[in-house]
């Protein structure tokens, strides 16, 4: 299970501006670099990745069940709670007192919380169950220095 091991606000006024490389970089064959200044721009990355600080909260994770989407053990997760959840959305959900992140999927009326990879055993939300969306999941920063 995929669980979140801390969470953090979003800070409302903090600014983080970082030079960034004019032009992009090619995944495959290179190409000619760029002429110019590759340096012109600065990035800031808190507006980059959060569109409502007040209601953004970051969280860090532990466990596999996330893998196939990308999210690994030891990611930091950026987490809206004023996105709406729909079909599909990887969320942040209070579980039966615990925390944990998961794909929402909607089946006509049942509800259910599944892993990815779907190796795991879907959670069916039912009436019974002590369910809560904390947030929607819109980023995953991860250190590719151990992979």
Known sequence: MLKVVSTTQ??????LELPVFYGS??????????DGAP???????NALLIKQPAATFFV???????QDVG?????????????TAVDRSIVIAALDGD????RLRRVGKRVFLEPE?????????????NFEVWG????????????
């Open 117 to 129: 990879p779907n190796e795991g055993e879907a959670i069916e939300i039912t009436v019974e169950t």
């Open 10 to 15: 979003a800070a409302e006024s903090a600014t």
């Open 99 to 102: 925390l944990i992140v998961r």
């Open 71 to 83: 999210v690994w053990s030891g990611d930091l997760l950026v987490v809206d709670r004023s996105l």
């Open 60 to 66: 860090r994770v532990e466990g596999d069940a996330m």
């Open 25 to 34: 970089v090619r995944a495959g064959f290179p190409t000619p670099a760029d």
């Open 136 to 147: 929607v999941v819109t980023f995953v920063v991860h250190s590719l220095e151990n992979r």
């Open 39 to 45: 340096f012109d721009n600065k990035l800031d990355l």
